[in-house]
């Protein structure tokens, strides 16, 4: 049932986000103009593996914070969060089906974002590629985990969107300083061995997150 | 704050700068021995910065638990002195960095970076508080926010101490153990300064507290 | 910067650093009990 359940907010959230497809539009758009700056910036830069992983996680994660934003903005104006709160559903539940939603959301920009740096990046496509997915599902994961319950917290506080990136920017720096520097060790296809680190970090990071949000969720929401 | 605990801290921490200052001996293999001494309040600085960040958790987690004012006053409280020292830590520690090594990268070091962080996360912290303005919520998501930082940090000393090549961290690990016993004695000095500040603290944002609701005991 | 100037910019951020917060608790004090 509980599995079921959380399911269910997160097959609601990702079929809203993709009927209102206008929303998906910036959050995609941010993330893009982050990387073209990027590449356009460092155009003469020797180094191309750590302008490429730098920008890139730089534009997942502003494109992330975006859709999280969003994610508690929107159902708080549109009054739903009180209704979803009275479901039978733990709220624990509800924030997970959140991070299901960010996560998909994360995960798809990142899935347009990769292959421009191979197409006008200038970047050769790694032999070890599936290692640079599973760097960027664990970190889109992370960004989701903690993206989604600071964004529950900014959204009972004024100013809340300039208050999300001032939450997050503390919070996501273990995240983001192990993705880049995984990213970097991968795009080079150095061994395992080099950037097992990081993956450890990575998982140490999406588990420590998820379960304590998963613990603090209810005392973030409710009376 | 208590009388006893401000005129210990006072004698503490005068006891302190005269043994560090006067006493404690030249050290050696240090190429700038005079600047070395401010290590006795460097280490302690970022010593009580950390102390601090975990007394705000833990009071943050007896928050959620009690639903009080009190937690929540030493929460706040321990945070802003956790402020003060890390930023104390922080630029003593840069100072000291760059008169010792040459070609020091404060970016390479890993205890730069996580102090850097926990600064972020503190002032993330007042921050969230200042954009709540009913009281119970305040408490019960300056809580929740600082359980969460208290992840954050240790997540960021690994991570960063994982990808920093080369690594100027260990840079200041070289302490004769003869001087060990200073730097102990500032350890403990500083330990007692914070509780001295946060008793003053606590109080003041416990009455600040009460002042906003006059009905809670 | 030479030892000593170091030495005094080191210790001045301790000092003063210090003697700000103390200043700080102070007026917080004189605002909170006036009220």
Known sequence: MS??????VAAKDARLELRAREALQPILLTGILVVVVGLLAFHDVEERLPVAAATLWIGLAFAGSLGLARAFGAEK???????????????????????ASSFLTILVVALVLVPLYFAVGGLALPASWP????????????????GAMLSLLAAQARSRDALLPVLLAPLVVPLLLAAIHGTMDVLADLPFAEWRPELLILVGYDISFLAASTLLFEAATGA | MRRWLAWM????????????????????????????RIFYY?????????????????????????????SDAIALASAEIGTLFSL?????????A???????DPLRDAKVVTLAVLILAYLAYFALRRAIEEPARRRRLAAVFGLLAALGVPLSYLASQASIHPDFTRADESLDPALARYL???????TILYAALLDARARLALLEARQEEPWTT | MDDVTSFVVSFGIVALGLAGYLARLWLLARRLKSR
């Open chain 1, 131 to 146: 290692a640079l997915l599973l760097l960027v599902a664990l970190g889109a994961l992370g960004l989701a985990a903690t």
């Open chain 2, 88 to 96: 104390i830590a922080l630029f003593t520690g840069l100072v000291w």
């Open chain 1, 3 to 8: 599995a079921l359940a959380w399911w269910r």
């Open chain 1, 77 to 99: 104006d549109r009054g739903t969060i009180d209704t979803l709160l009275t479901l039978p559903v733990a709220r624990g539940h509800l924030y997970v089906g959140k991070v």
């Open chain 2, 42 to 70: 460097h280490v302690p600085a970022a010593w009580v910065a950390y102390l601090a960040f975990g007394v705000t958790a833990v009071a943050g987690l007896v928050q959620l638990k009690r639903r009080d004012i009190t």
């Open chain 2, 98 to 104: 760059r008169q010792e090594f040459v070609g020091y």
């Open chain 2, 184 to 190: 102990l004695f500032s350890l403990g000095a500083f």
């Open chain 2, 9 to 36: 801290a006072l004698f503490a921490l005068g006891a302190d700068v005269f043994l560090t200052l006067v006493m404690a001996p030249r050290a050696a293999n240090f190429s700038a021995p005079l600047t070395q």
